[in-house]
């Protein structure tokens, strides 16, 4: 079996690294050639290998395979750990990865960077692999750093565009908050078990009870620092400013990684990690509440886009924040469910936003669409699939996933449940009414299409409707056919820990649970579903019906649209925190310089106060020796007195 | 009998104005060699104060060598100067601050 | 002090590259007097075989059972002979990539090397050094031959202030320094490490014994701070860095930063490592000082230079914290880290060096604008040191804040390595700069590299191993911890 995973992970490694170095020589059709083979041999692979875990129950794969590095006991290895979970997960990303590798074809044809492309996607694919089969944190760290790395390499692949570039730069700094959270909760794991394997820390677990680190539980502490660096990745508020900017990349890139498995990888991790979670309900609530916050307000967010492509995004963001949520109730498995559908489904969603896109000409605003329904009939059937999968419309696959999510939190006794159920309630409504209102004003009404483009508008080409046609039928469908293996019959119990008597949402699920058509009957009594059919009502009102409303409702409550349209000041406030306030903190200090980057991103106007507090602090580099000199001695007679006064040594005692 | 910490006291007095001396000048820099040499008689003071209370000759070997570096030390000084007065037409403190920030 | 002198010549054996080294700077000074202007080339090969061989010769030793000479006052011990190696190894590429920028601005002269060659003499014996008087005087060597190399370039004022800013406050710092030693000589009788580690660590010291210490303490922890241009002692780096010649300011911002965490070692810790809980406080609140404003000070300049510069004071603030916490291991991530910064810093520099041209320094962050078009190849080499320099793994620079954080956290110190944590994120914007300007941005002004063969090849090399390493840090990091 070793050698299977190994083939898993490096041949698309082995794709990116002929397509990087001799993409040019070989030209385009050898180079997707050779990447999608590389991928379509992972994902077979992939299969056999869930297969082989999951279906056959096979025995756990936990090895390393080459020591990196020995540092005392302190061993840091490359390894597998091969469990239903990651079997799971190796068939999503192979998946969703080939499907975005053909697509690609179609997608970037008119590209110049055709095969560097393909290079990326491919060591994308190698590097989430890589992620999600590592047995440490080590690795686990690298996959995590490395995938964000592509990523960003992504965002900016259109870098002769300005917001592209901005964007990137918007990504990787806030990353890096993330990551170096992440990077702390490693060290403190590090520090309490002495080791990096997951196998190995789970088992000293016990050495955390009872030990305190800034006044709160050492093991919340841990579990809040890890679950920083799952924000950044999974873009949670308040760092998921960067998440609606990288859809300055090509469509491909955010259907793979910016909706289906790169943002995934908080989610992921939290699940691999139960163990610790679980020993804290302080840090599960706190997943839990950011969760729903992330859920109910980014929604809010996607009714005021215009951008196609931002409303898939900021769905993305509330979804993931539904995920979120479910890891806070313990309920992992249902947000490694919920991770897998909403993968296909809004795969399919960007794929489909794609298509319209290239027949549209580069056109993303969804005010100039409308009718594209007769005139792209497949991207129209496979849409309305992925949209009734996201809402989460009875029988399709986003509605066993959400609508467990609900009755996990509805369950949960976590303080602040109750409101997180609301919240998680309220965003089935507005789900339905941001995706139907995108839906129909794209592929509905009249037609707003400028007559230049209206006459080339035809259906995409094979290379891209195939795709489509092979994401819309898993996000009918996966959902009745695994909800019950995957959530009450143990497709995950070798990779999760709950503890059932302090969480009792999985337990209370199975009492209800009667089998997935059983739930489509029962949908119709319920709340969520309510919810969902007048969101889609409004939107049609809104967007079909009667255009002028909206209009009237966006001046009445102009205020509340400002405050959505500018993002509830997020992007401002992370500007201020954390750029302005670095630049602040060095304006204190240094002149104002008119220069590059951060200062274009950061806020101006702190003139005033920076002339102030510089004319007090600005002599400490005049150039002048006298200066410097001085500086050196007030130092040294301050650190004098600090030291021979602080403790218990009166100078004035000394006798010689 | 003059005590050991007379010799200290005075060779911390002598530290103190070669210190103060180094950042009040603001117009000569041969003033800022004058004043290192300050510091460092003051640490000789020190050494050869300690030396003789304490019976062991070692702190006056060092300040044989520091005799000798602070020879050489002033040589590269006075270099140092001469290039800036070359450079600058002054030897005044105040020419030197085209670098900060 | 009543040792009897002992001269044996197999003892010499032990200083035989400190000997070999003090007899090529004369034979080099004595043929560079007698070469005429066009063979001027050989002082520079010259200079290149006599630090391989000194180099050779301190490999020999490494594994040389610990031995004292001199009447105590010289120490060869493995961390002597690896840190010699590294010494030797970094000048020698320094040295490579010194030629080129030698003359393009018509510098190339024999003193110049020489000078190297002396002060590495210098830092030589400041690692060896196993008394207060061999330490101070190799210091002086050291600071002595610097001040004259930035003020080689005797036509540029700027060169001229740097030189004058650094002798005198390095002059008021050995000032400091030997005020310090001449406390503990007095109280502890003795210039030697292992007699005032004996008197440090005698358990029946008076209170008067110990606040003289910490008295004397003070003034040498401040010594040492300068040398490692750690805040509030750094006010002389930036200004320094920037006017210096820029393969001086290359030289001084890597091999000393060995020299003088050798001489932390050996005075710090071999002699007064009883009073850790004493320094280590002070230690803490200097390193964190050099964190935070070398972070945010970096990013307000844009000259690269200088920038640089401010990078420095934050990595020797995170080379302060590996001594903080007080075990072995913590030692091992300091060395490691300096050893790290040396090879990365020469690669930065060299990159900087690669671009001048006669009549124009590249030292502005806008003169790296459109690189990746010009010279695709350096570019990414330039991308790979800056991403080491901001921690991003795999590459090496990523290994050696990941080891300090550890050995900050395992020893207990959650806070001080979540401070650093955060100032290392915000250093990621300005190295940030360097990379957009590198590849997002272009500019009008065709850039040329002009340099020879050699430089490149070892450029690369520098750049290639950064990452290499980075993938297989385990030696590495087994040497360094291997040193205590």
Known sequence: MENIYLTIALAPLLGAIIAGFFGGMLGRKATHTITILGVLVSTVLALYVFNHHVLEKGEIFNQNLYTWMQIGSLNISVGFLIDNLTSVMLVVVSFVSLMVHIYTIGYMDDDDGYTKFFSYISLFTFSMFMLVMSNNFMQLFFGWEAVGLVSYLLIGF??????????????????????????????????????????????????TTNQQLWGLDLITVICLLLFVGAMGKSAQVPLHVWLPGSMEGPTPISALIHA??????????????????????????????????????????????????????????????????????????????????????KALLFLGAGSVIVAMHHEQDIRKMGGLRKKMPITYWTALVGTLALIGFPGFAGFYSKDMIIEAVHFSSLPYAEWVYYAVVAGVFITAFYSFRMFFLVFHGKSRVDHHTEEHLHESAPSITFPLIALAIPSAVIGYFTIDPMLFNGWLDNAITIDAEKHVSMTELSNIFHGAAAMIPHAVQTLPFWMMVGGIATAWVFSLYRTQWADWVQNKFHRTNYALESLYGFDRFNEIVFVGGIKKLGNLLWKVSDMGIIDKIAVNGSARLVGFIGSVVRPIQTGYVYHYAFFMIFSLLIILTWVLFAGDNPLLQIEF | MVSLSDYLILSAVIFCIGLVGIFINRTNIITLLMCVELILVAVNTNFIAFSHFLGNEAGQIFVFFILTVAAAEVAIGLAILTLLFRNKGSINVDVTNSLKG | ???????????????????????????????????????????????????????????????????????????????????????????????????????????????????????????????????????????????????????????????????????????????????????????????????ISAFASDANLGSRETLIINFGLVFLVIGIAFKLGAVPFHMWVPDVYQGSPTSVTMFLSTVP????????????????????????????????????????????????????????????????????????????AATFYVLVYVFMSLAAFGIIILLNKKGFEADQISDYKGLSKHSPWFALMMLIVILSMAGVPPMLGFYSKFFILQQLVS???????????????????????????????????????????DMKLILSINAILILVIGLFPDFWMKLALSLF
């Open chain 1, 260 to 345: 289906a498995t790169m943002v995934t990888a908080g989610i992921f991790m939290v699940s691999r990690m139960s163990p610790m979670f679980e020993l804290s309900d302080v840090a599960l609530t706190v997943v839990m509440v950011i969760g729903a916050i992330t859920a109910l307000f980014m929604g809010l967010l996607g009714i005021v886009q215009n951008d196609i492509k931002k409303v898939v995004a900021y769905s993305t963001l509330s979804q993931l924040g539904y995920m979120t949520v479910a890891l806070g109730v313990s309920a992992y498995s249902v947000a490694i469910f919920h991770l897998m559908t909403h993968a296909f489904f």
């Open chain 3, 1 to 195: 002090m009543m040792n009897t002198f002992q001269f044996d010549t197999a003892l010499l054996l032990v200083a035989l590259p400190e000997i070999f080294l003090l007899s090529s700077i004369v034979v080099i000074l004595l043929v560079d007097l007698f070469l005429t202007k066009g063979f001027k080339q050989v002082t520079y090969y010259l200079t290149q075989f006599s630090l391989f061989i000194t180099g050779l010769l301190a490999f020999n030793l490494i594994g040389h059972p610990e031995t004292v000479i001199f009447s105590n006052s010289f120490v060869l011990d493995n961390m002597a002979s690896v840190f010699k190696v590294f010494m030797m190894g970094a000048t020698m590429v320094a040295m490579v990539y010194s030629r080129h920028y030698l003359t393009q601005h018509s510098l190339f002269r024999g003193e110049y090397f020489v000078l190297v060659l002396l002060s590495v003499l210098g830092m030589m014996v400041m690692v060896s050094g196993y008394s207060l008087l061999t330490l101070y005087l190799g210091l002086e060597i050291l600071s002595l031959s610097l001040y004259t190399l930035i003020a080689i370039a005797r036509e540029r004022s700027g060169a001229i202030e740097a030189a004058l800013k650094y002798f005198v406050l390095g002059a008021i710092a050995s000032g400091l320094l030997l005020y310090g030693m001449s406390m503990i000589y007095g109280i502890s009788g003795s210039l030697n490490i292992s007699e």
């Open chain 1, 158 to 207: 259109w870098h002769h565009k300005e917001s592209a570039v901005e964007a990137n730069l918007k990504a990787f700094l806030v990353n890096r908050v993330g990551d170096f959270g992440f990077l702390l909760g490693i060290g403190l794991v590090l520090a309490f078990s002495g080791s990096l394997d997951y196998a190995e820390v789970f088992s000293s677990l016990d050495n």
């Open chain 3, 257 to 332: 930063k060995i020299a003088a965490v050798a001489m932390l070692v050996r005075i710090l810790i071999d002699g007064l490592g009883a009073m850790h809980p004493y320094w280590s406080d002070l230690f803490m609140v200097l390193a964190l000082l050099s964190i935070a404003l070398g972070s945010v000070v970096a990013l307000m300049q844009t000259n690269i230079k200088r920038m640089l510069a401010y990078s420095t004071i934050s990595h020797v603030g995170f080379i302060m914290l590996g001594f903080v916490t007080g075990v072995v291991t913590g030692y091992g």
């Open chain 3, 411 to 453: 020893a207990g110190f959650v806070t001080i390595a979540i401070i650093a944590v955060v100032f290392a994120v915000i250093s990621a914007y300005y190295y940030l700069q360097i990379i957009k300007s590198m590849y997002f941005e272009d500019s009008e002004k065709e850039i040329v590299v002009s340099a020879p063969m």
